[in-house]
């Protein structure tokens, strides 16, 4: 089963001779893939007791991400939704205001890279 596309719609706007874009990113269901992690900041957090780079520490899954040097804890969000890189990725592409499924990646690190998702028929 193939996994279902984010949607990126993107808006257009004139006003006083000045056109303006806003983009926004519609999630079909969140999974690990594109789930948003929060820095654990629980003063009775024993995560930092761990040997592991995964644990579950006062009742909540934790992650060690060494580019944070820090525990993040799961949300129920979507990374891509929030991500502030999100209006360049969607510039890069330059797309007419519609709506199209994409693809994803993070460069460097934490900057987003969007792909328009091409359905090929079988």
């Given at each position: 089963?193939a996994?279902?596309?984010?949607i990126l ?16 990113i519609d ?9 948003s992690?929060?820095?654990c ?14 644990v579950?520490?006062?009742?909540v ?7 944070a040097?820090?525990?993040?804890v799961?949300?129920?969000q979507?990374?891509?939704?929030g ?9 890069a592409?330059k797309?007419?205001?519609g709506?199209y ?6 460069g460097?690190?934490y900057d987003?890279?969007?792909?328009v998702r ?5």
């Amino acid at each position: 089963m193939a996994v279902q596309p984010h949607i990126l719609t993107i808006t257009e706007s004139t006003e006083g001779g000045v056109t303006e874009h806003a983009y926004v990113i519609d999630c079909p269901g969140v999974t690990d893939r594109c789930r948003s992690n929060l820095l654990c900041e629980a003063p009775d957090c024993t995560a930092e007791d761990a040997e592991d780079d995964t644990v579950v520490a006062h009742g909540v899954q934790h992650i060690w991400v060494d580019d944070a040097n820090g525990w993040y804890v799961p949300t129920d969000q979507c990374h891509l939704a929030g991500h502030d890189s999100l209006p360049e990725a969607a510039e890069a592409l330059k797309l007419r205001p519609g709506m199209y499924p994409v693809d994803y990646f993070f460069g460097d690190g934490y900057d987003l890279e969007l792909s328009v998702r091409v359905e090929v028929a079988a």
